[in-house]
Antibody, heavy 122, light 107 residues
Framework: EVQLVESGGGLVQPGGSLRLSCAASGFTFSTYAMTWVRQAPGEGLEWVSGISGSGGRTYYADSVKGRFIISRDNSKNTLYLQMNSLRAEDTAVYYC???????????????WGQGTLVTVSS | DIQMTQSPSSLSASVGDRVTITCRASQSINNYLNWYQQKPGKAPKFLIYAASSLQSGIPSRFSGSGSGTDFTLTISSLQPEDFATYYCQQSYSTPLTFGQGTKVEIK
């Protein structure tokens, strides 16, 4: 059974940093790209960042580029999101999700964690 | 960036109703369109991929169609557990983008 468990959320002051983790199990972690999606309170879903299975390719939304760093440790089956220079607008539930890619080109997020809440406030 | 626009933003329906949600992309995305269901306080759940293919374990009352810029999600006979918010998402290019969501409420 695929399981994704996020941790590391909490209250942080504007300008501060936080590192989120996502522990994965139930699948061959290194084979799959992974992603972070966030949801501000009462709002919709926003893709934040993605990383290839090897970790060699990373992708970011413009809203976090230069501030957030996605990484993974395939020996620990864990995905990370280092969040720096945090702003009030980064307040959200952060979900990690496993990606599935097809040879025809499409991809999707087939499994999601339960989310971890990040609150940026003084 | 590719903008995804869903309509309506919300709808009220009764159990047994046929429900259709529309998603429009700001440019052609072939069939690189996915649908997710989210219930309050829960993570999104993957429903449909490549515009019309049902994810394993999803009831057959859910279906998707479309290609290019216009897509639809249809629930053929709404069940009590289907009251939720539905999101479309394009995987054609980064940044990957979602529609703003359609909330399906009980009439």
């Amino acid at each position: 059974e695929v399981q994704l468990v996020e941790s590391g959320g909490g209250l942080v002051q504007p300008g501060g940093s936080l590192r989120l983790s996502c522990a994965a199990s139930g699948f061959t972690f290194s084979t799959y790209a992974m992603t972070w999606v966030r949801q501000a309170p009462g709002e919709g879903l926003e893709w934040v960042s993605g990383i290839s299975g090897s970790g060699g390719r990373t992708y970011y939304a413009d809203s976090v580029k230069g501030r957030f760093i996605i990484s993974r440790d395939n020996s620990k089956n864990t995905l990370y999101l280092q969040m720096n220079s945090l702003r009030a607008e980064d307040t959200a539930v952060y979900y990690c999700a496993k990606e599935v890619h097809h040879s025809s080109g499409w991809s999707a997020f087939d499994y999601w964690g339960q989310g971890t809440l990040v609150t940026v406030s003084s | 960036d590719i903008q995804m626009t869903q309509s309506p933003s919300s709808l009220s329906a009764s159990v047994g109703d046929r429900v259709t949600i529309t998603c429009r992309a700001s440019q052609s995305i072939n069939n690189y369109l996915n649908w997710y269901q989210q219930k309050p306080g829960k993570a999104p759940k993957f429903l449909i991929y490549a515009a019309s293919s049902l994810q394993s374990g999803i009831p057959s009352r859910f279906s998707g169609s479309g290609s290019g810029t216009d897509f639809t999600l249809t629930i053929s006979s709404l069940q009590p557990e289907d009251f939720a918010t539905y999101y479309c998402q394009q995987s054609y290019s980064t940044p990957l983008t979602f529609g703003q969501g359609t909330k399906v409420e009980i009439k």
